[in-house]
């Protein structure tokens, strides 16, 4: 009797330090974000807590101010196709190792996962040897097959979870119905790897928007994105614009996710 009454204590202490614990951690995910949004609404010109000067004049100064404009379109310059030639790339090859016979597949499966494996900042120095010798820094193609390829090891584990989810034997349903095998391929697999195609593109395409340390080693000096022009009023001076312009960005992102979990709905096989 006495065992079991020490047990069930310690389980109440356990279940109220884990609970503990989760709300420490929503608190820190959740507040950052929270403060941001706070100080965005707000005219300080020094940041300081709490803040005293209600108003929206940094979202005033963001949308009128050239550089800040400037950053916004060259994100999405970059944004975009690299998101889509992510997707290009991790569909034919999510595709291939898990339905082609291939020889050493757990190698080239690593190969894939290796942007992701390797510490940012010691691949953007990778790259920028290599660029540097190609004439490639400042290009903006060689910014956008960068981000594609870092971006491309989540997106194809994301499509390759969708595809190891759906029988094996729907492409030789619809062949045997007369289908070719590359219209058996486009019209049923590829089709239902839609909605995860679409949850591909949209992290691909937030992975790149959030990036600033490949923008800092491989674009020229006239090229900005938001990422990066944040991480420069930083650096260099506390702009409050950064406030409006995070909080933008966050909002921005949050969008993208309501929508990817729309369409992936939407577009889910019933």
């Known amino acids: 009797m006495t065992e079991q009454l020490t047990k069930n204590r310690w389980d109440t202490v356990g279940q109220a330090t884990f609970r503990v614990i ?6 820190f995910c959740i507040a950052p974000a929270l403060i941001v949004l706070l100080y965005s609404f707000y005219e300080d010109v020094f940041i300081n807590f709490p ?3 209600p108003g929206l004049g940094l979202y005033e100064n963001l949308f009128t101010q050239k550089r800040w404009l400037d950053a916004i379109w060259v994100s999405f310059l970059i944004c975009i196709p690299a998101a ?6 991790v569909v034919p090859a999510a595709i291939a190792l898990e339905r082609a016979k291939i020889r050493n597949r757990d190698a080239l499966e690593f190969t894939a996962l290796i942007p992701m494996l390797i510490p940012t900042t010691a691949y953007a120095v990778g790259v920028y040897i290599i660029y540097l010798e190609a004439g490639l820094v400042g290009n903006y193609w060689g910014i956008i097959f960068t981000e594609s ?3 491309a090891p989540a997106s194809f584990l994301i499509v390759r979870a969708a595809l190891r989810r759906l029988p094996h034997n729907l492409d030789q349903v619809a ?14 697999t590829v089709r239902l790897l839609i909605p995860a195609m679409a949850v591909s593109t949209l992290f691909a395409f937030i992975h ?3 990036d600033a340390t490949f923008i800092v080693f491989l674009a020229g000096p006239g090229t900005a994105t938001v990422a990066k022009t944040i991480f420069d009023a930083l650096a260099y001076a506390i ?9 933008v960005f966050m909002l921005f992102v949050m969008l993208l996710v309501v929508i990817g979990q729309i369409v992936r709905r939407k577009t889910q096989p019933r």
Do not use: C, H, W, Y
């Not at 062949?175 to 049923?188: F, I, P, Q």
């Open 22 to 27: 989760q709300i420490l951690a929503i608190i």
């Open 51 to 53: 803040p005293v000067r």
């Open 84 to 89: 889509l030639l992510t997707v290009l790339l």
């Open 149 to 151: 390829i870092v971006a």
């Open 175 to 188: 062949m045997s119905l007369g289908a070719s095998r590359l219209k058996a391929l486009l019209d049923v």
């Open 208 to 210: 790149a928007f959030n």
């Open 239 to 247: 702009e409050p614009e950064v406030a409006a312009l995070s909080g």
